[in-house]
């Protein structure tokens, strides 16, 4: 029999290695770690990152309602902001991710102009989806995939292009994987959103995005959300949230 120390250990690794975080930024070459809710020893403080800091770790969201969709359970801007020129590329690194599913990002120029200080994104239109992968035609060899097997197979990296169109200015990045192991039931979609902050330059200012809120524009039984996972691998047919 194991005993309770081992067990204990056990539940938590399990825990721990069940999910995943956004661990690191990569942005125009450039390195920036994110918020480690279990490397800091002090959850009071934000840490010296450009990522938000959360409440809910590794843990999942289930209500795309709740002001915790944006970008977190009890969010709050991060001290740090990193350089990014619009057409450039952000690269997450996750630190483990074991469930399929979607892979989708937004952005949100932060109202001031300045800085993302005073700007949370849970009321009001400020969001513009900048990228959306569902079900991948990932290669000739194992034909469908979702989204997420490709980030798996890349070291858990996936590369977020910022868009050239974009406005100068602060902005922050939310990139968001759904866990869809329980897809079927209403409420058993599993909600991971990692916001970074970024100040764009370089991009032409060509084109107004549509704005949309967070919360507001997932909802719980989007067609994308709710919905048979093994039908929509079987037909090649999935619209993501």
Not at 50 to 69: K, V
Request: with cysteine; aromatic share 10%.
């Amino acid at each position: 029999m194991l005993a309770k120390s081992s067990l204990l250990f056990l539940s938590l690794t399990s825990s721990v290695f069940g999910h995943g975080y956004v661990r690191e930024y990569t942005i125009d070459g450039a390195n920036h770690v994110s918020y480690l809710p279990y490397d800091d020893p002090d959850f009071t403080q934000p840490t010296e990152s450009i990522a938000r800091s959360h409440a809910n770790g590794i843990n999942p969201l289930f209500d795309p309602l709740d002001d915790s969709i944006a970008c977190g359970q009890g969010s709050y801007p991060a001290p740090l902001m990193a350089n990014v020129t619009a057409g450039g590329v952000a690269m997450v690194k996750w630190t483990e991710w074991p469930h399929s599913g979607p892979i989708y990002s937004y952005m949100a120029r932060c109202p001031n102009g300045q800085d993302c200080s005073d700007f949370n994104g849970t009321s009001g239109n400020h969001w513009f989806k900048i990228e959306e992968h569902g079900i991948i035609e990932y290669d000739s060899s194992t034909g469908r995939a979702w989204a997420t097997q490709k980030m798996f197979d890349a070291d858990k990296t996936w590369n977020i292009t910022i868009p050239s169109c974009l406005a100068p200015g602060p902005y922050v990045i939310r990139h968001e994987t759904m866990a869809i192991q329980a897809s079927q039931q209403l409420g058993g979609a599993q909600f991971y959103p990692q916001c970074a902050q970024v100040w764009v330059s370089g991009g032409t200012d060509t084109i107004e995005p549509a704005l949309v809120s967070l919360p507001g524009d997932i909802q719980p039984d989007d067609p994308g959300v709710l919905f048979d996972r093994a039908a929509a691998m079987e037909s090649g047919e999935y619209t993501c949230p």
